[in-house]
């Protein structure tokens, strides 16, 4: 071999971006984005690694190592040594998928050039088709947007509607209702599931309907939360959908139809049937949180889960002035995603595995992911030196005890309070203050 022809073999390496290399070896890229978090192939881990297709570096927290180049990258995961000549040689083998040449083999001149060409070639699709799936995604999220925008704006005030189904509803669940603007009524609002012959989607049913919007920290909406409202259901009071499965389609069943009898306890079990939820988002919620009364500028948020907890607890303290009273959605947007290593197993709830034997169930651990995107869960204001956070107390214990240690590491700041309340044992404050209400 030449020392001519290796390095050429060296500088065609060193030409390969973070990106071309990472393909080579088969790392694993997120559907989207421009970080790819994942097992070191060398230390093992969980999101241990990554690598940045726009800034085109890598690094690695378990080794301690990163850099921005193809050829450090495949040598850390390969665990080679690049100080010493066959380690160096043998990373520029990974990165450009063949061996090092030798006399015989070495590329002619206007091989070199065509490779390089399929090379700048291969980058500059890569490079479209990362900005196509950006605009698809972009779009997507743009037009569920003003879909929820549709949704929620021309909707009236539920403090001051004619329609009293969220004052009923509100007042019959949480013993009253906030006197704030921010959640809606609707007479008529569309619950869709399912598509038609043609793939569309399908109306099921159309109702009074309470609608929250999501807001993000800049006050814009950027989806909406709606509760089908059915004044004459309790204890929840909200309307029953039932949606016909897949496997009920194939048993050639016919679509549930609102206004249909129930669907049988037979068929819910076997799945041809299932229930559906009473409670759907459009948009984006993700960051986000629902308002519920006062404004995010208050140095003071009270909220939880849903939005029936935290009109409860709003109620039960006399809606403070100095407060802000919010709702989160649901736990995951509470909380934000754990660091896998604190994930533990239950005391007592066991689950059947794949193999039919029975092992705890594992439970998302009190410790926040590491490096997580400030809209993994929802927003908090700079300015919030208490912030409340509502246990449910109808949930599953262990899970949302975790889930609550989560959230508090998570909003934690040097100078913030976050107490969390728990209701008593199996109720939630919704169901404490309807208790309380109808004096029992
Ligand atoms: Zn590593």
Known sequence: MTSDAIKQFVEDARAVSVEET?????????????EHPQPCPNCGGTDTFAFNTSKNKWNCRAGGIGGNDGIGMAAHCHDLDVRTRKGLLEACEIVLGRSMPDEAERESEEE???????LEQRRLQNEADAAARADTQADYR????NKARGIYRPLDDLRTSRLKHGRLYLGRRCAGYPDATWLRVGADVTYWHGQDERGGPVALYSGPAM???FIGPDLDLI??????????RPPKYRPIF???TTEGAKAGLVPWVFGDPAASAEDLSDGLYELLPSKKMRGSKKGGLIPIAGHPDEQRWVGGEGIENGVAFGE?????????????????????PAEASSRFAHPALKKLDAKGVL??????????????DADDAMWVGDQVDELVLLADGDSERVMTAAAMARARARHARSGRLIPIVWPQTGCDFSKMAAEAEAGT
């Open 22 to 34: 990472a393909k080579v070896m088969k790392l694993t890229f997120k559907r989207s984005g421009v």
């Open 112 to 118: 070199r050039a065509a490779r390089l060409e399929r």
């Open 142 to 145: 743009e037009k569920e947007r």
């Open 211 to 213: 609608v929250a919007p």
């Open 223 to 232: 989806g909406c939360h709606i509760t089908w409202i059915d004044l004459d």
């Open 242 to 244: 039932y949606g016909l």
């Open 316 to 336: 039960w303290e006399g809606w403070r002035a100095d407060t802000f009273y919010f709702a989160a959605g649901d736990l995951g947007n509470l909380a934000g």
């Open 359 to 372: 092992r705890p169930a594992m439970v998302q651990g009190p410790v926040p992911k590491r490096d997580q």
